[in-house]
């Protein structure tokens, strides 16, 4: 289970996200980026971050804490933005939270040193969650007190977007070419005998497990949230098993990348946002 808080203050809105997250202070003397069940992507976003984001940090990879936020959306009463008020509105009760990393910057690959070994398992694990959304465009990795950070594993698990289809993404190629690892000579190999066997039913079951209930509810096609869990289990296991449909599509475009140009540049360091904001 994730630790659960209860929001006090909302302190601004990011408007880097698609979804409109929120920076809010906790009961717990805490500071989370905070994403709500009601925008309009909805709350299977929530599920892929926990899901993703708990079986990275099983598999080693570093997540920042994710926990479940409470909120009363009288917080955001004295919001001047009407977006951000009809969000808070639309979003009472449990949402889920990301532990701030203040100060931390992009994660650049010419700016940071990146491990081939790091680099080898980030795609791996990418790969296996299907994740189209970090690339050099978007690299949703953050360079903090000199170690990266994986964040933003809303775009995973498309699959439970249509249950119906479900088994067609379980040999689904995975589409590496834009990756922002692919030139930092990423070990493939080492990555697959290394996770691979991690990977277990009893992973995957405390992954899931962190989930709340009434995000898995009414799900059509299930009898309840624990018969969905089990899907989740049983769906992560076949896409494990069927590396050899999609990882050699990853190691062609690591050796393509490796033979080609430098890659394109991302969008560099970035300043943290009180600083942008001209805040002091």
Known sequence: MLRHVTAIRYVTPLREGGSLPGLMEADDLGTYVVKFHGAGQGRKVLVAEIVSGELARGLGLPVPELVTVELDPALGASEPDQEVQELLRASPGMNLGMDFLPGALDLDTKAFPVDPAFAGRVMWFDALVGNVDRSWRNTNMLFWHGSPYLIDH????????????????????????????????????????????????????????????????DEPGFDGPDAVRAAF????????????????GVRAAVAARAEGAEPPDTRGRKLPFWVAEGRT
């Open 154 to 217: 809303g775009a995973t698990l498309t699959f439970q977007h249509a249950w119906s289809a479900a088994e067609g993404w379980v040999g689904r190629a995975y589409a590496a070419e834009d990756h922002v690892l692919l030139g930092c000579h990423p070990d493939l190999d080492a990555a697959d005998a290394a996770l691979a066997p991690l990977v277990t039913p009893e992973l995957l079951r405390a992954a899931v497990d962190a989930v709340p209930d009434r995000w898995l509810a």
């Open 233 to 248: 289990v049983a769906q992560l296991l076949a896409r494990r098993d069927a590396r050899e449909a999609w990882l050699p």
